[in-house]
């Protein structure tokens, strides 16, 4: 069957294809990039699931509004009160997790063709589904204070791109941050050149190390959309997240999300907002913190013990990703092939990437233990040896 | 913010607003879609829901395969097999109700100018869904035992469709159910003409009179695409459908998945599962099968008593629609002003054709009382009375 032109060019994810050479016990992967299920409050979430089927019965299971069950867009509005960011409720559509709300943002507002900036190296979920929407993409560099400031403005200036889509805090693949200064010039240039910034912020709330930055949404003088999940806060098996999108656009976007899939399940949205309301939220983040700040260090340790010192390596302060650069001579797919020899697995860097750029990986600190993550890196580090020697 | 140019033309949900028209309390509402929401199983749901969380626990909260949960694809491919439809698990996509999977179909097949003939009147989430992908609908009659076979052949045989998007029992609108020589009629005339049936079932189950007749699918040489839906045979606010698409196609359908929202909400497929497999669904359905007879032989006779003879409308043999025809020069929108003075509400027909015709109107009789019903139907017909007058 004759399928249509947009779906040239976009392959399988990636990932999810190495997931599948990955998934044999053996192998100690670091390729996926799932939060660790110890994380997820099952109980609590048993008990608000409890709670919302005798309080509200079939109106729990009936058809819903396409904007989202009202007390969690107000749960979200206040939440961002606290990051000194006005939200108003109906300023936020609640979505099948945030690849929705990515996919939302596409479908209102790009054309075949336009250009659009996005960071190097660059989420891939939204490298797929910015390119159904014809993205002409705009690679921009990162450096470690996030992404290169002076690099946005020459290729705003030249490209005229109407949209930079960005990761600001602990970016996937890269675990990168961007710092005070960089949040600010972002802001100031996306006013500048008229662009809308697109800001993607799953981790946000993931800071283990340094110091509480809000979203580049707070320093904007111009229209932006910032996108959030419950995935990494709570649990991404609920597929909530939600798109805050001031300005006009949100009726572009309810009828885009009408299209899509009427409305997000009211079911996991009534027991979603159950779970927040009844529970102290911040001290269940603050867990996973903890949590993810011993596996960080961890593998930060044994990445210092063990690896080649040509491996240059990103030490994140939150997030779940942790980001390796081979001397630029070096395939990581050919690495990838024998680290699986070596049982241990991780992301090869291309597919991250919109010019194939092939001497990167990416290492996901969150999933597997303590023990393993140390067992992991070893081994990984003897393979890095035998391939750089 | 300027929006994308598959956003010219699409208006926000037509019924939705009029849903917000007709939700004073005083008001008798046929206008909706929604089931009745004592047809939901709610406290079977609860206890699936507890066994799931009591059993799975952190695992239905985990990331998922785009492609569904397991359990429940070979579910729903057992289903089939009693129906004599030989369908692999593999075959089955996971959607985020069947509204998705339409916009999946849409995603993976449509470009845009591309031809797909569509039933006259049709179903109004098909057309805001194929319209951002631009299609050029080619529009085909209904007439009792379902689409005129003759016009559909002779539309064909003129434009070339590839696709014809269809669903043919106890449609949405009108409730029209097609016949088994219309069925065998269609299947004949996809593989002559060498044009796609997208096959739309979400109300085949609901059948509550005459005789039992299979999918189109069933008698197709041909490659065709079959959705299906758990909205109406258990509850729609879990948002679970499925496409069931042979033939090649199911590798497109799983990227645009995955652009789209990665998967649906591992949580839901796994409550869903667990009710059907711990519960006599067949049961349940007959349950909903004879509360919606009792409101549809409600409304049939209310109808014959009060309306004027010059309104014709469908008696359906299942489903939740039934369809009213006014007289050529009679709009339906005019008669609904009127109606909502007298506290009575339907959706006139006009949004369910793409060339806009506007002598009809829907009337829902699964969601109102009996009592309502009766009621309501009396104030519609003292107001079709005076507007015919």
């Not at 999810?16 to 110890?38: M, Q």
């Not at 509200?56 to 000194?84: F, M």
């Not at 690896?307 to 081979?326: D, N, Q, R, S, Y």
Request: proline share 6%; hydrophobic share 40%.
């Amino acid at each position: 069957m004759k399928t249509a032109d947009r779906m040239q060019g976009v392959h399988r994810s990636y990932i999810r294809e190495i997931l599948k050479v990955t998934a044999r016990p053996e192998i100690i992967s670091f390729a996926g990039g799932l939060p660790h299920p110890d994380s997820f409050p099952a109980e609590r979430v048993a008990a608000a699931a409890a709670r919302v089927f005798a309080e509200e019965g079939a109106s729990a299971l009936q058809y819903s509004t396409t904007e989202g069950y009202a007390p969690l867009r107000k749960w979200i509005a206040d939440r961002y009160a606290r990051q000194g960011l006005t939200v108003a409720p109906d300023d936020i559509l609640i979505t099948t997790g945030s690849q929705q709300a990515l996919d939302m943002a596409g479908r209102a507002l790009l054309n075949r063709g336009d250009a659009i900036v996005i960071e190097r190296p660059g989420y891939l979920g939204a490298i797929q589904c910015f390119s159904m929407y014809g993205a002409d993409f705009k690679p921009v560099d990162l450096v470690s204070t996030g992404v290169d400031v002076d690099m946005l403005e020459s290729v705003l200036k030249r490209t005229g791109a109407r949209y930079f889509y960005a990761v600001p805090s602990f970016q996937n693949p890269s675990g990168i941050s961007y710092d005070k200064e960089t949040r600010k010039a972002v802001a100031e240039l996306m006013a500048r050149y008229d662009c809308v910034l697109i800001e993607d912020n799953p981790y946000g709330e993931l800071r283990f190390l340094g110091e509480d930055v809000p979203p580049v949404r707070c320093y904007m003088q111009s229209p932006s959309i910032l996108l959030g999940s419950f995935s990494k806060m709570v649990a991404p098996g609920m597929r909530l997240g939600w798109i805050y999108a001031p300005d006009g656009l949100m009726d572009s976007l309810v009828r885009a999300k009408q299209a899509s899939d009427l409305h997000t399940a009211s079911l996991t949205q009534s027991i979603l907002y159950r779970y927040l309301a009844d529970n102290d939220v911040d001290a269940h983040i603050a867990s996973i913190r903890e949590r993810y700040k011993t596996h960080r260090d961890i593998m930060v340790a044994a990445i210092r013990e063990h690896f080649p010192e040509e491996v240059a390596t990103t030490e994140p302060e939150g997030g779940m990703f942790l980001w390796c650069t081979l001397p630029e001579t070096v395939s990581a797919e050919s690495v990838f092939q024998e680290a699986i020899k070596h049982n241990v697995a991780f992301v090869p860097g291309k597919p991250f990437y919109v010019d194939g750029t092939d001497n990167t990986f990416r290492l996901n600190f969150s999933n597997a233990s303590p023990d393993r993550i140390e067992e992991g890196i070893a081994r990984l580090g003897k393979c890095l040896r035998d391939c750089l020697a």
